[in-house]
T-cell receptor, first 112, second 111 residues
Framework: DVKVTQSSRYLVKRTGEKVFLECVQD?????MFWYRQDPGLGLRLIYF???????EKGDIPEGYSVSREKKERFSLILESASTNQTSMYLC???????????FGPGTRLTVL | GQQLNQSPQSMFIQEGEDVSMNCTSS?????WLWYKQDPGEGPVLLIA?????ELTSNGRLTAQFGITRKDSFLNISASIPSDVGIYFC???????????FGTGTRLTIIP
């Protein structure tokens, strides 16, 4: 079974803090993704990585950066958290050449 | 980004009833996926479809890849309380890493 894990289920941070969200997958998948999910807006792609040290902007990259130093790990960084980044953050991975993405359990981030 | 049209937006049914929902797109896809998301959790993949006209089952769930490749359908037979949640469709195209997601159908079971 594919397993995607995220470092925290719930996180509360203050405005201006630097925030790291970690995602790890154990199935040797090449591609990894970060989404945010907000009521009424659905799933929106922030960044994705198609291989180690490779990254591509998604639909809403502003205010975020990512790091992929190892194949199994994909980090999302909020350089200076703002209240409008309060959201549910979902990580996903997939084997390249297959379309199925497998999601982690999500991190609910609240920025005060 | 684009979102797929999914209907209905919400459903209120009684336990034991059958459920049907669908997803439509203005674009052609090579893959249709159906996910279920429980409150506070990540989406879980239910069914993947790869061929136009394909009909695939997973227990009480059956999904179909529309012949035009622009739509897909999900049916749940004899619903049970654990079917409650939000169901998402997603379309994928070969050579494109990204998926396009539907707006979701929220299923509620009335006691």
């Amino acid at each position: 079974d594919v397993k995607v894990t995220q470092s925290s289920r719930y996180l509360v941070k203050r405005t201006g803090e630097k925030v790291f969200l970690e995602c790890v997958q154990d199935m040797d998948h090449e591609n990894m993704f970060w989404y945010r999910q907000d009521p009424g807006l659905g799933l929106r792609l922030i960044y994705f990585s198609y291989d180690v040290k490779m990254k591509e902007k998604g639909d809403i990259p502003e205010g975020y950066s990512v790091s992929r130093e190892k194949k199994e790990r994909f980090s999302l960084i909020l350089e200076s958290a703002s209240t409008n980044q309060t959201s549910m953050y979902l990580c996903a991975s997939r084997k390249s050449s297959y379309n199925e993405q497998f999601f982690g359990p999500g991190t609910r981030l609240t920025v005060l | 980004g684009q979102q797929l049209n999914q209907s209905p937006q919400s459903m209120f049914i009684q336990e034991g009833e059958d459920v049907s929902m669908n997803c439509t797109s203005s674009s052609i896809f090579n893959t249709w996926l159906w996910y279920k998301q429980d409150p506070g959790e990540g989406p879980v993949l239910l069914i993947a479809l790869y061929k136009a006209g394909e009909l695939t089952s997973n227990g009480r769930l059956t999904a179909q890849f529309g012949i035009t490749r622009k739509d897909s359908f999900l049916n749940i037979s004899a619903s049970i309380p654990s079917d409650v949640g939000i169901y998402f469709c997603a379309g994928g195209a070969f050579g494109n890493e990204k998926l396009t997601f539907g707006t979701g159908t929220r299923l509620t079971i009335i006691p």
